[in-house]
T-cell receptor, first 111, second 111 residues
Framework: AQSVTQLDSQVPVFEEAPVELRCNYSSSVSVYLFWYVQYPNQGLQLLLK??????LVKGINGFEAEFNKSQTSFHLRKPSVHISDTAEYFCAVSESFKTIFGAGTRLFVKA | NAGVTQTPKFQVLKTGQSMTLQCAQD?????MSWYRQDPGMGLRLIHYSVGAGITDQGEVPNGYNVSRSTTEDFPLRLLSAAPSQTSVYFC??????????FGQGTRLTVV
């Protein structure tokens, strides 16, 4: 069965600094990988997804993620964060018909 | 563009009461799912469906029932509410390999 581990529950970072949010997954078959963002009191929206092809995936708001099959990782990065990036970020893995989410990483951007 | 519509947005139940959370999508997606979101635990899959008449259990199915009589609708039933079911519930729909589209959520409190 698939599982997702987000290695950091909270990540504080100063504005304009780079950030990496880490995600590892386990699965016995090929999977699709996603990152979602949730702003306070809102639903989830898609940041980016990896289905196949290039292992570097670019998403909205300047985020990107790299799929590493050998390390079963899908880490999310942004070279320079803004205050408005403060939110909770969820990594998700989709195998066949099920999508499983990680516990989330709360990104807090400080001025 | 309605997308995924959940009702109600808020609900307070007494222990032992039953209720149904409604979910409807107008995107003709095959796959629909119900998640609950609790602090520090991310989104946990309750039940999912791969098409009309086909449902299966997710990670935390106990205390919940689902059915899928049409492609559009996927209601979630709480048979006998318990305080442990206090949570925010999200319905989502998707197609294979695609992103999940989420409803706005239902905040349920069981007293």
């Amino acid at each position: 069965a698939q599982s997702v581990t987000q290695l950091d529950s909270q990540v504080p970072v100063f504005e304009e600094a780079p950030v990496e949010l880490r995600c590892n997954y386990s699965s016995s078959v090929s999977v699709y990988l996603f990152w979602y963002v949730q702003y306070p009191n809102q639903g989830l929206q898609l940041l980016l997804k990896y289905l196949s092809g290039s292992t570097l995936v670019k998403g909205i708001n300047g985020f990107e993620a790299e799929f590493n099959k050998s390390q079963t990782s899908f880490h999310l990065r942004k070279p320079s964060v803004h205050i408005s990036d403060t939110a909770e970020y969820f990594c998700a893995v989709s195998e066949s018909f099920k999508t499983i989410f990680g516990a989330g990483t709360r990104l807090f951007v400080k001025a | 563009n309605a997308g995924v519509t959940q009702t109600p947005k808020f609900q307070v139940l007494k222990t032992g009461q039953s209720m149904t959370l409604q979910c409807a999508q107008d995107m003709n997606h095959e796959y629909m799912s119900w998640y609950r979101q609790d602090p520090g635990m991310g989104l946990r899959l309750i039940h999912y469906s791969v098409g009309a008449g086909i449902t299966d259990q997710g990670e935390v199915p106990n205390g919940y029932n689902v059915s899928r009589s049409t492609t559009e609708d996927f209601p979630l039933r709480l048979l006998s509410a318990a305080p442990s079911q206090t949570s925010v519930y999200f319905c989502a729909s998707s197609y294979l390999g695609g992103e999940a589209f989420f409803g706005q959520g239902t905040r349920l409190t069981v007293v």
